[in-house]
């Protein structure tokens, strides 16, 4: 039975939106409430706002790509649901960075895994960042909320041998593993979850939230790319944006004016910080794009004799935390464990090596096994950390520094993944790094990984988590907003997306950005309501 198009249902429906690559002429538009970006916080916030009687417009720089578009394809999906065609990197090239860039944000191609914020997390940041309103049992009603409206639940499908190898090895090893909890509803288990879900089973933005602030009256626009705030003597007067061609690359030339009584900021921790600067807003303490952080993100391969087949089923279902709080909150870096799915196209670009060197490890593709470390970022005074910069055409790059801090956590990190992996059964394990070959024991592992130089470049690094940039905090010398998510300056404009963190989350973030939109967002809806 073919899938339902939501969107082709919607729009039939008469749905408003607009497809800024199609405009003949410039454009203006007028509503409750703005908000810029369409990902978690932004999908989040325009269900809460909508529900509430606000008219409100979403708007999303890259395209319109729903169930019939998504044909799992890797070259199509990379340079049409990611920022930059898949080419986002830190300023030096040392560090990939993957985000979502069309209807529905990253919540469109992340792997589903749902972590509420770790309590050390919260507690963190009131302690140390002037944060209020977010402890672990002020932030449960919203996990709870969130949870149910978006399916989140503990995957109980015995997970692909891709994940069951942490299972294994942690077990064998006597170390701490669960289950992922996912949000997901009528899961097919295809494992391309990375390239758009066909079934609409991922509960996306693009599924969830953006269909029902529609079917309330709101409006999308899309292809359009926020330029900057009108600004004037503290309020937001007005936004400007820039219709971009079909393939979300070239200004077609057409502009886009969009007035509104409040605006929302919800492009993410780098796109939203570039929106403040591009848009000289108040910053008299210079925080803006300031301690931009990433779940710094280090692989290790392993060869298997039986077949792992790394490219079907659920792509992360199993976890390790043994070494996330091992030492306390401000402790050496320490990590979370978890796996990725190897596509062809992916796993041909990390596994490294050239020539017959590289056709042999994809020769090997269907017993390979990888591991991945989510190195929590920010917690320490020599942690690693961004900024996030304009380059000269007026585009966002983030400066993110690695720190000896910063490299001891990834040589840690490799000896526990090979650790784990040789624990379970694998033949030869690979740290992904340029000095690195496969060795056969774990002794001969921690050898090769004690040794090797961890350097930028020749050291594979990678993230899919940017949060920071726009800290929320009372504190208006360390934040850019209150811990509402009210811009400290700028009495109309609020920021709901992972930007407000003022540290990593220490766990995959889209959960945390669920909630904490809306919870921001309801506060918001009442304030606006009162006025």
């Known amino acids: 039975m073919p899938v339902p198009d939501l969107f082709a249902e919607g729009l039939a429906r008469g749905w408003k939106v607009h497809n800024a690559s199609q405009l003949e002429q410039d454009l203006e538009l007028e509503t409750d409430i703005a908000i810029i970006g369409s990902g978690a916080g932004g999908g989040?916030?325009?269900?809460?706002?909508s529900a509430a009687g606000f008219r409100v417009l979403i708007i999303e720089e890259g395209p319109l790509k729903t169930s019939s578009d998504f044909k799992l394809q890797e070259p199509e999906a990379y340079a049409s649901l990611y920022q930059e065609g898949i080419g986002?990197?830190?300023?030096?090239?040392?560090v990939s960075i993957?985000?979502?860039?069309?209807?529905?944000?990253?919540?469109?191609v992340n792997w589903t895994s749902s972590f509420r914020t770790p309590p050390q997390t919260l507690q963190f940041w009131a302690d140390h960042h002037a944060v209020i309103g977010?402890?672990?049992?002020?932030?449960?009603?919203w996990f709870e909320m969130m949870?149910?409206?978006?399916?989140?639940a503990p995957w109980y499908v015995p997970p692909n041998a891709n994940n069951d190898v942490i299972r294994k090895g942690c077990e064998k090893l006597g170390l701490h593993w669960a289950v992922i909890p996912r949000n997901v509803r009528g899961c097919w288990n295809l494992g391309y979850c990375g390239m758009g879900c066909p079934v609409n089973a991922k509960?996306?933005?693009?599924?969830?939230?953006i269909p029902a602030t529609l079917d309330k009256g709101g409006e999308l626009l899309y292809l359009a790319r926020a330029e900057r705030l009108q600004l004037k003597n503290g309020r937001v007067t007005g936004l400007e944006c820039s219709a971009l061609d079909d393939r979300c690359v070239?200004?077609?030339?057409?502009?886009?004016?969009?007035k509104a009584r409040h605006y929302v900021l919800a492009g993410g921790a780098i796109n939203s910080p570039a929106l403040l600067m591009r848009s000289q807003a108040p910053d008299p303490q210079k925080r803006v794009g300031k301690r931009t952080f990433l779940h710094l993100v280090n692989f290790s391969a392993a060869q298997f004799k039986e077949v792992v087949n790394p490219f079907y089923g659920a792509p992360q279902s199993i976890y390790c935390d043994h070494f996330q709080w091992q030492n306390g909150v401000t402790g050496p870096l320490s990590y979370k464990l978890e796996v990725p799915p190897l596509h062809p196209a992916f796993a041909a670009s990390i596994l490294g090596g050239v020539g017959r060197v590289n056709a042999q490890?994809?020769?090997?593709?269907?017993?390979?096994?990888?591991?991945?470390?989510?190195?929590?970022?920010?917690?320490?005074?020599?942690?690693?950390?961004?900024?996030?910069?304009?380059?000269?055409d007026n585009s966002a790059v983030l400066d993110y520094r690695l720190t000896d801090y910063g490299w001891d956590g990834v040589r840690r990190a490799f000896l526990s993944m090979a650790e784990i992996q040789f624990a379970a059964g694998a033949s030869k394990v690979m740290p992904l790094h340029q000095d690195a070959d496969y060795v056969t024991s774990w002794a001969a592992a921690k050898k090769l990984i004690n040794a090797l130089p961890m350097e930028r470049y020749r050291t594979r690094l990678g993230s899919a988590h940017v949060m920071g940039g726009l800290a929320m905090g009372e504190d208006k010398q360390l934040a850019v907003a209150d811990s509402l998510g009210r811009h400290h300056y700028l009495e109309n404009l609020s920021i709901h997306d992972g930007s407000l963190f003022p540290t990593s989350v220490g766990a995959n973030p889209q959960l945390s950005i669920y909630a904490l939109s809306a919870q921001l967002s309801t506060a918001l809806a009442l304030r606006l309501q009162q006025t």
């Open 44 to 49: 989040t916030s325009a269900e809460i706002l």
């Open 88 to 94: 986002r990197m830190s300023k030096d090239a040392a």
């Open 98 to 108: 993957l985000q979502g860039r069309a209807v529905g944000g990253s919540t469109l």
């Open 134 to 141: 977010h402890s672990e049992q002020d932030m449960q009603p």
């Open 147 to 152: 949870e149910t409206r978006l399916g989140v």
């Open 203 to 209: 509960q996306s933005m693009l599924v969830t939230t």
């Open 250 to 258: 070239q200004p077609t030339g057409r502009k886009i004016k969009v």
């Open 361 to 392: 490890r994809m020769q090997a593709l269907p017993h390979t096994h990888m591991m991945l470390s989510l190195l929590r970022d920010g917690f320490h005074p020599q942690s690693p950390e961004g900024t996030v910069e304009l380059r000269s």
